[in-house]
């Protein structure tokens, strides 16, 4: 079975601190594929970053960066100089096999809360 | 392009009530994916259409069933409705099984009462 930890149940910080929300994961697969998404307070999920196992390199986006170590099973998600806008709840999620990559297991999800 | 949309966005019913749910997915995603969002259990994955036919289920009662029509689009229907039934309803669409990533509409909140 699949299981995402996000320990982490919320999150505050001041404007213009960096922050980095943790992620664990278990999974049986070799095959695998790691995501972050935001969701607002609209509801809507916003899909931001998506890992497979094979891909260990990590990322950086701007403001957004992620580490992802299989040896930890862990895929970190780091906000640099947050900004109120980046105030959501953040689900790290992990999918089987293409063909099942559907079946996102989602963790419980870190609020962010950034303030002036 | 168009995002997924979902309605209503709001519905209220009462307990013993059947409810149906609409998704229409991006223009072109011929996958729709279902999960349920509650406080007490997050997100979880309801059931995924693919080409008119369920491909993946989720661990959820026979009282959700679902369909996809020709062109994509989806419903979600909740039978028989329970107080613990109340949830935020996303619909996820993708291009098709071969891409992993997937895209979220707003949601559907529908209140038991």
């Known amino acids: 079975a699949q299981k995402v930890t996000q320990a982490q149940t919320e999150i505050s910080v001041v404007e213009k601190e960096d922050v980095t929300l943790d992620c664990v994961y278990e999974?049986?697969?070799?095959?695998?594929?790691l995501f972050w998404y935001k969701q607002p307070p609209s509801g809507e999920l916003v899909f931001l970053i998506r890992?497979?196992?094979?891909?260990?390199q990590n990322e950086i986006s701007g403001r957004y960066s992620w580490n992802f170590q299989k040896s930890t099973s862990s895929f970190n998600f780091t906000i640099t100089a947050s900004q109120v806008v980046d105030s959501a709840v953040y689900f790290c999620?992990?999918?089987?096999?293409?063909?099942?990559?559907?079946?996102?297991?989602f963790g419980t999800g870190t609020r962010l809360q950034v303030t002036l | 392009k168009a995002g997924v949309t979902q309605t209503p966005r709001y519905l209220i019913k009462t307990r013993g009530q059947q409810v149906t749910l609409s998704c229409s997915p991006i223009?072109?995603?011929?996958?729709v994916s279902w999960y349920q969002q509650t406080p007490g259990q997050g997100l979880q994955f309801l059931f995924e259409?693919?080409?008119?036919?369920?491909?993946n289920k989720g661990n959820f009662p026979g009282r959700f069933s679902g369909r996809q029509f020709s062109n994509s689009r989806s419903e979600m229907n909740v039978s028989t409705l329970e107080l613990g039934d109340s949830a935020l309803y996303l619909c996820?669409?993708?291009?098709?099984?071969?891409?992993?990533?997937?895209?979220f509409g707003p949601g559907t909140r529908l209140t038991v009462l």
């Open positions: 996820a669409s993708r291009p098709g099984q071969a891409y992993n990533e997937q895209f």
């Open positions: 999974t049986r697969d070799t095959t695998y594929y």
């Open positions: 890992r497979n196992s094979f891909d260990e």
């Open positions: 999620a992990l999918s089987g096999e293409t063909g099942t990559a559907s079946k996102l297991t």
């Open positions: 223009s072109g995603h011929r996958s």
């Open positions: 259409y693919f080409s008119e036919t369920q491909r």
